[in-house]
């Protein structure tokens, strides 16, 4: 993970240059690790490779959202969450079949990547030149936003297809409706995380491990939809390590919370006089 | 894909389309979270939630007349109604909320007078707040909003079923095109805005500057795509 080196108990404030380098090699190499190793040994079960390459892309969009929305949008996390989706979807599924009419399916990432980052500066250039934002990281932020949501898209649809074939990708993600799923999850996995933890006391290093929490919660969903695409192996392989992902940095999520907080008491269930 | 003159008519309807997506969030009665505390006019939610919803009704709607007929007028007008029909629903039912759960008088605070019904304004607004409720002026400004949004779905819409021939891939498409003009135009509305009485609704030529470039870059991409197997 890209905040592994994080040690819980110091708010290190990791560079936003050094996670962009991170989210964006772990994301490429993850998702062609996962092709690579599915192509050669002729079966699906290395699709989760690209759920977990999804979460590199993750981290980069929340940090970038952290980055941006510290500046105050008015409009609400969300909003930004889900343009970093908009724009990924459009790069993907122009990446994919750019790469497909090429004949070369295996470039669909770089072009992918390529246009989200484009496309992402050029939105950057018009929020702050046209809308008048005048916040400073608006441009590298957007580039970093339209990235991560580009690459969270495509590690996750690989996850489900397995395969990096537009026509694969078509039929078992969009036709079948499960790109809503990775739409929302993902966009979750992107916003939810400063939405959540915004305010005076926000500190990176929480707010990234929940972002890496909510991809785990995407990449079980990602597990449901790949027993209907993937052989059950793969499927059930997928929907273990999300869980595994998941525990490991909500546990890892509430040590900084307590760390966080002033104190942390348990309320019990409901008062007696609310039954 | 070679650019001929219909290519050039798609590029176009999809960047008529965005406009419209971009002008019409203006007004829509977007209230935000003041608004779900019944302290702001508007519908209580976001911008982007309210356009994707209307925008995907009209969406919905559209293609289910594509799928009867290629025509593009009675796909356009499908579309509208559909996003009309949701954002009015939505409007209908908060107002209900506000009138006999909140029970806050419906007041804009940003006119003296109604300019449909021509009811006074100020009386009615709560010290400490900007109106509450959703009054017939916002109703009215929503629902054009909507029709708006719902046009510019189905024009999105339509020219990427005629290219690539797949619904689907075409609607998740026409998602990513609204969302990223309703976003853009939310965020020059600042978030909220009561409708085309508000004084923030005179902004609009900016958004149409920032979604006409946003859509021109997303309308060459779009009709290169092709439909899978």
Known sequence: ?275 | MNFDATTIIYILEIVVGGLLVGIGVHFVPVGGAPAAMAQATGIGTGTVQLAAGSGLTGLLSAGLMMSVTDNLWPIIATGAVGAMIMIDATMLTGSWIYAYAVGAPFASAKVNYDPITGFSQPPYVAPGTVGQGIPTICYVSGTIGAAMGGVGGALIYYPLVMINNNPSLSAVFAIGIFLVNAVLASWNIQGTIEGFHDPKFKKWPAAFKACLVSTFILALVAVIITGGA
């Open chain 1, 1 to 275: 993970m890209t905040v592994g080196g994080g040690a819980a108990g110091a708010p290190a404030a990791f560079d936003a240059k050094k996670i962009r380098i991170y989210g964006l090699a772990g994301s490429v190499l993850g998702i062609y690790l996962a092709w690579i190793l599915n192509t050669v040994t002729g079966t699906d079960i290395f699709s989760f490779i690209g759920a977990v390459a999804a979460l590199f892309g993750v981290v980069m969009g929340a940090n970038a959202v952290r980055r941006v929305c510290g500046y105050g949008i008015g409009t609400g996390v969300p909003s930004i969450g889900m343009l970093s989706l908009g724009m990924g979807v459009v790069a993907v599924a122009f990446g994919l079949s750019v790469a497909d009419q090429f004949g070369m399916g295996a470039l669909s990432v770089i072009v992918t990547l390529v246009y989200a980052m484009i496309f992402g500066y050029v939105v950057g250039v018009i929020a702050n030149k046209v809308i008048k934002f005048n916040i400073p990281v608006m441009e590298e932020g957007l580039t970093d936003l339209a990235a991560g949501g580009a690459m969270a898209i495509m590690g996750w649809s690989f996850a489900i297809s397995g395969s990096l074939a537009f026509a694969d990708i078509v039929n078992d993600v969009i036709n079948t409706g499960y790109i809503a799923i990775i739409f929302i999850c993902g966009g979750l996995a992107i916003l939810h995380p400063f939405n959540a933890n915004l305010g005076p006391d926000e500190k990176q290093d929480r707010t990234l491990v929940n972002g890496v929490m909510v991809g785990g919660l995407s990449t079980i969903a990602t597990g449901i939809c790949a027993f209907l695409t993937l052989t059950p192996a793969a499927a059930l392989l997928q929907l273990v390590v999300g869980f595994v992902i998941w525990y490991y940095f909500f546990m890892w999520y509430y040590r900084l919370v307590k760390r966080d907080a002033s104190a942390v008491v348990g309320t019990g269930l409901l008062p007696p006089s609310a039954l």
